[in-house]
């Protein structure tokens, strides 16, 4: 398409609805600057356009005088105007929120920028509240939770600091009282300790016994893309001074909020900090985040994730518990492998590790209308 077509076409799209005006202007200055101009005539004189008007025009200035003059607008090219522009769709506005949306989104979002409003008010910076732990000492396991990190209020515990295969990197996080979840393309081996905190800041530490990866072929040959999680077993059971993490309920494995709904994810990276990126989607075996709004508090608490952070936890807090949406696979503002779309997955390969113990669901049925089941949310 040749280029001042091009541009016709885009000014008919963008001014269907809005600006016959600025149409108009652009079409009679362009008119008056190029048509009018009789030692460099304009190219392209030789295409048929087929106005709103019923008429056809040959030539771009034909058209364009028209248009100046009396609003005609393209809807078909050719001579037989047999190239049809599509038209546009009226604007329809999004379907207003459901009760349990506006419940649901407002949960994720308050418990994480209540947070952060009030460490700003405390006058705390980020650098300062970004730390979970004020001392992280991992040759001595002297750990101090740092009561200035944004997240201090929250119950940390199912997230792990530390681990004997490959220190601070390689994150895991409990979604049981013996299992664990992390990445694959950053796994943990068989026998590797893995270190907790308590709220009181004592050491925990357990052997894996045991790992599975989810939608494991015996045949070999895949990649870990779409499926880039491991679900590890511990030698035992962790005492109850450590939690693990809820994740969503199985009902919802597509969540898909507007694009104007921004929902705030809290991350971990392997200096153990306390991030926040927002939330994007997750739909099929994919989950992703996106960066927050540069002028958004959120923002100031936003890193991108690099080379080494592969494997840590990313949750919605809702209700001031962590439920875990997936662990990270890429960099940038994150993504990884859906834990929803694996769910039932995972609880299977937990059962085959024994324990007895599944994933736990966040419970989200006071958000709803009593009665109604979880809606899918595909925004
Ligand atoms: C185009 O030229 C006509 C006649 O000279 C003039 O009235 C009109 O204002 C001009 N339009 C623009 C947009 O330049
Ligand atoms: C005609 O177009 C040529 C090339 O764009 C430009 O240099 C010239 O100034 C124009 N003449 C008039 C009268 O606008
Ligand atoms: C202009 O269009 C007519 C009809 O489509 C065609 O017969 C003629 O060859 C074209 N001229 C040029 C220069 O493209
Ligand atoms: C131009 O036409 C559109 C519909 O095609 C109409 O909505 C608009 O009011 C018209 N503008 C003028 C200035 O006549
Ligand atoms: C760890 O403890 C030893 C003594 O047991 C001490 O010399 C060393 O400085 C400690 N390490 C750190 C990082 O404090
Ligand atoms: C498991 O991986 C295969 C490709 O190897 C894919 O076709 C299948 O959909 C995956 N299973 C799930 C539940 O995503």
Known sequence: MDAILRVVVFIFICSVFT???????????????????TTHPPPNQNTTYCGNDGKTYHGMCAYFRASCSRNVTVVATGVHCENKI????????????????????????????????????????????????SRQDHVNKTYIRN??????????????????????????????????LWARHYGIPVDSTIRFVDLHNNVVERKVAGIRYVNH????????????????????????????????????????PRRDTRLPVMSTDFEEKALVTDFSY??????????????????????????????NPSFFIIKDELVLLFVFTSGGAGGGTSINHYYDEINRLMKEEGGDYQLTPVDLSTFGLPGKTLPHLIG
């Open 86 to 133: 599509p038209t546009r769709a009226p604007p329809t506005s999004p379907p207003p929120l459901t009760y349990f949306e506006i419940n649901l989104y407002h949960s994720i979002t308050r418990n994480i920028d209540d947070r952060l409003e009030l460490s700003k008010a405390r006058g705390i910076s980020p650098a300062k509240a970004k730390p979970i732990f």
């Open 282 to 311: 997750y739909m099929n075996t994919g989950i992703g985040l996106r960066t927050p709004d540069v002028h958004s508090l959120e923002h100031d608490y936003y890193e991108s994730k690099i080379v080494g952070d592969s494997g």
């Open 147 to 180: 009561p200035d990190c944004w997240a201090y209020g929250l119950d940390l515990t199912p997230i792990s600091p530390w681990n004997s295969n490959h220190g601070i990197r390689k994150a895991g996080t409990l979604v049981s009282k013996r299992h664990m």
């Open 19 to 37: 600006v016959q005006v600025e149409g108009a202007n652009f079409f009679c200055s362009y008119y008056n600057k190029t048509c009018t101009n």
């Open 217 to 256: 072929s015996s045949t070999g040959h895949e990649t870990f893309w779409g499926r880039d999680i491991v679900v590890g077993v511990l030698d035992k059971d962790v005492p109850d001074s450590i939690s693990f993490a809820k994740v969503m309920p199985k009902g919802i494995d597509t969540f898909r």
